[in-house]
């Protein structure tokens, strides 16, 4: 731990620690382009220039790369430095074209930022500016490489840090470039983190061209609500419209980076389909006309036809606020307590992470320093991305990962990949195979395992049997973590709140007299497992109430709809998968965007107090007008607090932050998996999220449609062969839940004895998470 | 003595007004008579073109930024040969203060003070002027600069044949 002196000022930091970091520490900023804390310094740049008084090496150093020493003095605002980092600044603007007015970076430039901090103003190099020609770079990344100052933080990020192939750098002396080899897509689904790490405007995003300046921008810190992992990011709107996110940093959760799905997928808040009025029918209604429509109706029919007859329906994607609001209510009016979630087999294998797992959970950051990761039943990619890119932290710094799964899993890093059926893999798990049992061994010798448990593919009995093969590799010294991946953004927020114990929402619609369906912002047709018998069961229904903030195809069916607002338009808190309670606040208000009104011309010319399209309110605020207390959020999360225990305190959380991970419990969840038998000459199903549109809100989101994938289905060459089945084939696959047409692809680095179907905008009558299911795969009919 | 005092004091006021008689008028019969103003006079804000005849405004938001008031607004769009312009942009002369700090921060001197300051309007509404109203055919006070052919991008001359550019570099030339 040395001591060391920065600008007359003494600071204690960890061995290893840089004289630029510890300035940090100090609050004093030297100026630097190459160095990131994510990336490390490479010393590319020669900006952070500092002079070392007393040292091992005295003189002027770059500040990233000198190790900080016990005793050393170094001045950073000395004449030596201040002049040398205004001479580097000056040369970096050499070859820099004119051209800020045009730039996307305009405004949060670190290059602009230091030029003006340095001083530097007016030109004095006469010669000839280095110009570059640009590459197209796909639907998501525009280039502007004559604004490249060589300082490597893109390349680091793309390729060392998230593992990309295809992009790297090129050239010799001052004609470096970054970029692909050809022209063409970036290929990684971590492209857009590029455009973060640029510090200059080379990279900047394509899908937010000249749509704002930073400074005119709504940005607050706020969670993804893509998948599970629920990473930090910073989205920002304007005149009504979200317009990019941006990541934002939780070295617990994301790190420094987002992926692009999480990224690109936020345009959904902009549909131009979104529903903004309260209708009953072909009726418009206030809002309050319709809370009151729906409230009489639900009392009414709980009067004549018992607690039976109304059923709420909570969700994943709703806040945690709402989902506890709706239970309240349900106490209130005295129906059922409500479900939270129209998947069954995922909401419980949800349960065990939030009740049975809860004192095993680690961080994505426990990930990223883990030296042996086993994920099981897991695709990250697909599930949760990020948790791809920390497995290559977890390599990158001599870690190993093995993966257990049936589907061809990629991964942007090394690992090892045992292909196995979904049967196959709750053998694994079952404590006493030889496979069990060399999997225990092998965590055993690890000094920081980490277990990734797939939700999806391992269901609730999956989960717990995990469990006890966690116990078992877990020793005095130290557990074996889990880090679990589940069905969506609060998961484990609407685990957490309901019982162990609940039941299927289709056997309580068809075997129930219930009359009244209230689906708080979620749409089974699309989340529930078998959509087809859900819409008969609708059909019984008398009234089916939907609040959403998505065009869904259930808000069509609806007799009566509220909208309510996307998650960037209201506060509140979501549960990450590992359990971290986080919270975020509200970026742009409820409206219909400018480019809708003014038709993409200049805005109405009319004088007007509302803004058109601004009926929607937060769900958690409906829910509290129902039950007649409309207190602001601190009370009502000071009440949540007190009736679950197990969240933390929300005084001590705010948007933005690391948050905490909530309390464990002792309950527990008493499921079992019982391996169906498989009938003759069948396939067993896997239905695999796909990596763009399986979640509906990048379902939603026009950015992200060029990387929508077509519908198919996958067999292993040899499963092919013995149907007689040629890739590219017209096949019928048959399911429980009916036959669907589809191609074949044939793959074989997938598990042999499966189908594979992708449930994604191309195939949405599948749902990933089931139980154990069978298929067949033949011939599809040929027409004409 | 507050009547000597008055007495005294009766005198000049007369004196001034006919000394005064015989001067030629300062009044300006305006509007029968126009004002003549300098060269320099901060009034209504046109949207100049550059001397080829584009529109000179990137809409880069900075005079957006500048203003006090916060009276211009616009949205900037792509156009097919990568140039950046307006697609629309709003002036709201009811809150202009007429500071021309706009001016100062625009980087394509596409906006410019005119010195017509005859813009009182009864509703409003009249005087928020959209780009139609504030794009004019003429350069203003500079007709020589061109943006576009300084910024080095490619828009107005291809990338790299600009005079103070050299030519697109090979990236696959390992020559040292
Ligand atoms: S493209 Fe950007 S990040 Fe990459 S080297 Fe150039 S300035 Fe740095
Ligand atoms: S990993 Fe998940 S939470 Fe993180 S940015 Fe991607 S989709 Fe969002
Ligand atoms: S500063 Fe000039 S170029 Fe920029 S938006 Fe304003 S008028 Fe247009
Ligand atoms: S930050 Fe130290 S050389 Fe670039």
Redesign the pocket.
């Known amino acids: 731990m040395p001591t060391l002196t920065i600008d007359n000022q003494q600071v204690t930091v960890p061995d290893g620690t840089t004289v630029l970091e510890a300035a940090e520490q100090l609050g004093i900023v030297i100026p630097h382009f190459c160095y990131h804390k994510a990336l490390g310094a490479v010393g590319a740049c020669r900006m952070c220039a500092v002079t070392v008084v007393e040292g091992t090496f005295k003189g002027l150093k770059m500040s990233c790369l000198v190790k900080a020493e016990e005793g050393m003095v170094v001045t950073t605002d000395d004449q030596q430095s201040v002049e040398f980092r205004a001479r580097v600044s000056e040369w970096l603007m050499l070859n820099h074209p004119h051209d800020c007015p045009v730039c996307d970076e305009g405004g949060e430039c670190q290059l602009q930022e230091m030029t003006i901090a340095s001083g530097h103003g007016l030109r004095r190099y006469t010669g000839k500016k280095r110009t570059y020609n640009n590459q197209q770079l796909g639907p998501f990344i525009a280039q502007e490489m004559n604004r490249?100052?060589?300082?490597?933080?893109?390349?680091r990020t793309y390729k060392d840090y998230c593992g990309g192939k295809d992009f790297g750098v090129m050239g010799s002396r001052n004609r470096v470039f970054?970029g692909r080899f050809k022209d063409g897509t970036l290929e990684s689904d971590f492209s857009g983190n590029i455009v973060d790490?640029?510090?200059?405007g080379?990279?900047t995003d394509k899908t937010y061209r000249f749509k704002s300046r930073y400074w005119d921008l709504q940005e607050a810190p706020s969670i993804c609500p893509h998948c599970s992992l629920g990473c930090s990011t910073v989205p920002g709107g304007r005149y009504g419209e979200l317009q990019r996110v941006r990541s934002s940093v939780n070295e617990k959760v994301n790190g420094f980076f987002i992926c692009d799905r999480g990224r690109f997928g936020s345009s959904y808040v902009n549909h131009p389909e979104r529903p903004r009025q309260a209708t009953r029918g072909s009726w418009k209604l206030t809002v309050d006309e319709a809370l009151q429509q729906l409230d009489v109706k639900a009392r009414e029919l709980i009067n004549q036809h018992g607690p039976e007859s109304v059923l709420l329906l909570g969700s994943n994607r709703a806040s945690l606020e709402t989902n506890w609001l709706l239970q309240r209510w349900a106490e209130e009016i005295g129906c059922r307590a409500p479900l939270l979630s129209a998947h069954l087999p995922r909401h419980q294998a949800a349960q065990v992470a939030a009740f049975d797992l809860a004192d095993r959970l680690c961080s994505l950051e426990k990930v990223r320093q883990s030296d042996l990761v086993v994920a099981i039943g897991a695709d990250p990619l697909a599930e949760a991305p990020m948790l791809g890119v920390a497995l290559r932290q977890a390599v990158r710094s001599g870690g190993k990962v093995k993966v257990f799964d049936p589907r061809p899993v990629e991964l942007p890093c090394d690992f090892e990949k045992q292909t196995v059926s979904p049967t196959e893999l709750l053998d694994l798990l079952d404590g006493t195979s030889v496979e069990s049992k060399q999997l225990v061994d092998l965590l055993r010798g690890a000094e920081r395992p980490v277990l990734v448990a797939g939700g999806l593919m391992l269901g609730a009995g999956g989960m717990l049997r995990l469990k006890k093969i966690a116990a078992a590799a877990s020793n005095d010294q130290r557990n074996c973590l889990v880090h679990p991946l589940l069905g969506g953004a609060n998961s484990f927020g609407a685990a957490l709140l309901s019982l162990p114990e609940q039941d299927d929402l289709l056997t309580r619609l068809e075997s129930e007299r219930i009359k009244m369906l209230v689906c708080v912002e979620t749409d089974p047709l699309l989340e529930a497992p078998d959509n087809e018998r859900f819409a008969k069961a609708l059909s019984l229904l008398e009234e089916l109430v939907v609040l959403d903030y998505l065009p869904t195809p259930l808000s069509v069916h609806a007799n009566l709809f509220i909208p309510t607002t996307a998650p960037v338009e209201s506060e509140g808190t979501f549960i990450n998968n590992e359990g971290r309670q986080q919270l975020f606040a509200p970026v742009i208000k409820p409206r219909l965007p400018i480019s809708v009104t003014g038709e993409g011309n200049h805005p109405p010319r009319e004088f007007i107090d509302v803004a058109p399209g601004s009926d929607p309110i937060p769900s958690w605020q409906l829910f509290q007008q129902l039950l007649g207390e409309a207190t602001d959020l601190p009370t009502l999360r000071e009440k949540m607090k007190t009736a679950v225990p197990r969240l933390i305190d929300f005084e001590t959380l705010q948007p933005g932050g690391v948050s905490c991970r909530v309390a464990h419990v002792d309950e527990r969840c008493i499921y079992t998996d019982e391996i169906p038998a498989a009938p003759e000459e069948s396939l067993q199903l896997v239905v695999t999220p796909a990596r763009y549109g399986s979640d509906l809100l990048s379902r939603y989101s026009a950015k992200l449609q060029p990387r929508f994938t077509e519908a198919c289905v996958q067999l292993h060459p040899q499963d092919a062969a013995a149907r007689g089945l040629q890739d590219g084939a017209k096949v019928v696959l048959d399911t429980v839940e009916g036959p669907f047409n589809l191609t074949l692809k044939c793959n074989d680095k997938m598990a042999i004895g499966c189908a594979l179907v992708e449930n994604g905008p191309k195939f949405q009558q599948l749902v990933p998470g089931g139980k154990l299911s069978f298929c067949k795969v033949h011939a599809g009919m040929s027409h004409g | 003595m507050p009547l000597l005092r008055d007495i005294k004091g009766f005198f000049p006021p007369f004196w001034v007004t006919f000394r005064n008689m015989f001067r030629k008028p300062v009044t300006v019969q305006y509007p029968e008579q126009m004002p003549e103003l300098p060269e320099r006079y901060r009034a209504r804000l046109v949207l100049t073109r550059d001397p080829d005849g584009e529109e000179r405004c990137v809409a880069c938001h900075l005079c957006s930024g500048a203003c006090p008031v916060d009276c211009i607004s616009m949205q900037a769009a792509e156009a097919e040969d990568g140039r950046r312009y307006a697609s629309w942009f709003r002036i709201n002369f009811a809150r202009c203060i007429f500071c021309g700090l706009c001016t100062e921060a625009c980087p394509t001197l596409a906006i410019q003070v005119t010195s017509d300051f005859e813009i009182s309007k009864r509703d409003p509404l009249k005087l928020v002027y959209e780009k139609d109203d504030l794009l004019v055919d003429h350069c203003g006070h500079n007709d020589e600069y061109s943006f576009y052919r300084q910024a080095g991008i490619g828009v107005a001359a291809p990338r790299g044949t600009n005079p103070s550019e050299s030519a697109p570099v090979d990236v696959k030339d390992l020559l040292p």
Do not use: N
Not at chain 1, 148 to 155: E, G, L, M, S
Not at chain 1, 197 to 200: E, Q, V
């Open positions: 490249c100052i060589q300082c490597y933080r893109c390349v970054f790490a640029c510090p200059t080379v990279f």
